[in-house]
């Protein structure tokens, strides 16, 4: 079993950024890959980021392509996910999810946190 807990959501102005971080234990995260995915209020939830064990290979979502950084410290046991050049659209339940593989998709995922709330302002 591996729990899940982010943490950093907030509220901040639009063009502002926020570091959220997601801290295991449990099992180390070593074994997995790590996902951020957001859920809005009235959407379904969506992918966002993954990165593989290693930290070589990441994969975005084309609407956060350029803006956010998905990272892992493996010795930590902590995934991140840098969030730069905030838009209100970025509003979204944030959570991270250690899984078999670099998947787009939720089922690829084992595990999951509670979530953190980001509400960026206009």
């Known amino acids: 079993q591996v729990q899940l807990v982010e943490s950093g959501g907030g509220l901040v102005q639009a063009g502002g950024s926020l570091r959220l971080s997601c801290a295991a234990s449990g099992r180390t995260l070593r074994r997995y890959a790590m996902g951020w995915f957001r859920q809005a209020p009235g959407k379904e939830r969506e992918f966002v980021a993954t990165?593989?064990?290693?930290?070589?290979?990441?994969y975005y979502a084309d609407s956060v392509k350029g803006r956010f950084t998905i990272s892992r410290d493996n010795a930590k046991n902590t995934v991140y996910l840098q969030m730069n050049s905030l838009k209100p659209e970025d509003t979204a339940v944030y959570y991270c999810a250690a899984g078999r593989g670099t998947y787009t998709a939720i089922a690829g995922y084992d595990y999951w946190g509670q979530g953190t709330q980001v509400t960026v302002s206009s």
């Open positions: 990165v593989d064990w290693s930290s070589l290979n990441t």
